[in-house]
């Protein structure tokens, strides 16, 4: 079987969440059985990553998305001229997209992000090739029922099947016409050669604390600096924060200065983006994923539980479908200083529950987010496309 995939996103230095989770889609069906080829509009992190797995990269034309939010008075609306240029952009890109599909002829056309999806949906449908529609981003909140239903038009004429993350993501999407081409299929890492490495627990009074993803307003750092703020001063902490950032950028330069108030400077480090999260969460007592506004799944999450850690996450979006509270992690209200500050100190007091939800955690991991589970779905939902 001949898979092309395609993604719109072209970042130099680092990979976003949904670029991780392609390159596991990618990496588990590059077999003797299947031949895989990614298509991005140029070079980036992802093709150089993919390249390195022996996996044939092209490139597609696509203009430069314009951001279809505009803010007047604090309120947020939606760009219409702003849509319409972009839909221009997309049938570009189907263009381009269609002499990739014509050329090599894959089997299955699988597209990575909502609005490439249409491009892809077109360039495929003019081939008679299935294509696979992966919304793996919940549309953002200016996004109205009309404009979701305009997208449901695209998606139920050219797509022939829609994968989502999580149920909360499908949910968006209950009173459209699509709703029937959805299915609900979380993502899957392979962590069992590396979870070795969470054998050694740490004994040291000073306690790893680490976050993951981007240094954006929505992630809650901030939240989670002002809650370790308000810890009892003899417990000893360290706070690793990952991910990427643009050192002039306003949200990061406000953590530097909250981190310098609450004195703070030596506990806290920012270590930027790391490709391989695996060996900093293993090093880590506790991870906290405090978001501020709704994920479409929790990557972050089962990250963690695969390699036994504690979880606190905040009660958005997918999350609470990864973390059963109190079970294998601890939901809190999103913005909450004082509720995630009790988590916090409850779970490095107590090593007795930090091992338990670390291992409830790692048993659920074994169950619903392993690779070979997320290969599996997939694959048999591409085997169902072609028979028919």
């Keep these: 079987m001949k898979i092309l995939y395609i993604d719109p996103f072209v970042l130099p230095n680092f990979l976003g969440g949904s670029q991780k989770s392609l390159l596991d889609i990618m990496n588990s069906m590059n077999d003797k059985d299947n031949k895989i080829i990614l ?80 491009s892809a949906g077109i360039a495929s449908k003019a081939l008679k090739v299935p294509c696979v529609w992966h919304i793996r981003e919940n549309p953002s909140k200016h996004i109205s029922r009309f404009i979701l239903k305009f997208y449901s038009f695209f998606g139920n004429k050219f797509s022939s099947k829609i994968i989502v993350n999580s149920a ?34 740490n004994n040291n009074t000073t306690k790893n604390i680490s976050i993951f993803g981007r240094i954006i307003s929505m992630k809650g750092h901030n939240i989670l600096i002002k809650s370790l703020n308000a810890l009892d001063i003899e417990l000893e902490f360290k706070l690793n924060i990952y991910g990427s950032y643009e050192s002039d950028d306003d949200y990061y330069l406000s953590l530097k200065k909250l981190i310098k108030n609450f004195n703070l400077n030596s506990k806290i480090k920012f270590l930027g983006f790391i490709s391989d999260v695996t060996n900093a969460m293993a090093k880590s ?66 090593k007795h529950l930090a091992l338990k ?16 589970n997320y290969k599996n779905n997939i694959q048999k939902l591409y085997h169902r496309l072609i028979d028919v």
């Design 39 to 118: 298509a991005t509009p140029g070079g980036g992190m992802l093709s150089r990553t993919a390249s390195e797995k022996n996996i044939d990269t092209l490139n597609f034309m696509l203009p430069s998305f314009i951001n279809t939010r505009i803010s007047i008075f604090n309120k947020n609306y939606f760009n219409y001229f702003a849509a319409l240029i972009n839909i221009l952009n997309l049938l570009i890109a189907a263009l381009s997209i269609h002499k990739l599909i014509r050329k090599n002829k894959p089997d299955i056309v699988h597209s990575n992000q909502m609005l490439i999806s249409i």
């Design 168 to 201: 909360y993501t499908a949910s968006f999407f209950s009173n459209t016409n699509l709703r029937h081409k959805i299915d609900i299929v979380p993502i899957g890492l392979d962590l069992n050669k590396e979870s070795s490495l969470n054998i050694q627990n």
């Design 285 to 350: 007592d506790l991870i906290i994923s405090p978001s501020l506004e709704a994920e479409s799944f929790g990557r972050t999450l089962i990250e963690g539980m695969a390699l036994g850690k504690p979880i606190i996450a905040s009660d958005v979006g997918a999350h609470s479908e990864i973390i059963d509270d109190g079970i294998n992690g601890f939901l809190v209200k999103p913005g909450d200083i004082n509720a995630l500050t009790k988590k916090i100190k409850l779970i490095l007091n107590n």
């Design 357 to 372: 939800l670390g291992n409830n955690g790692k048993n659920k991991y074994s169950k619903y987010y392993t690779r070979d």
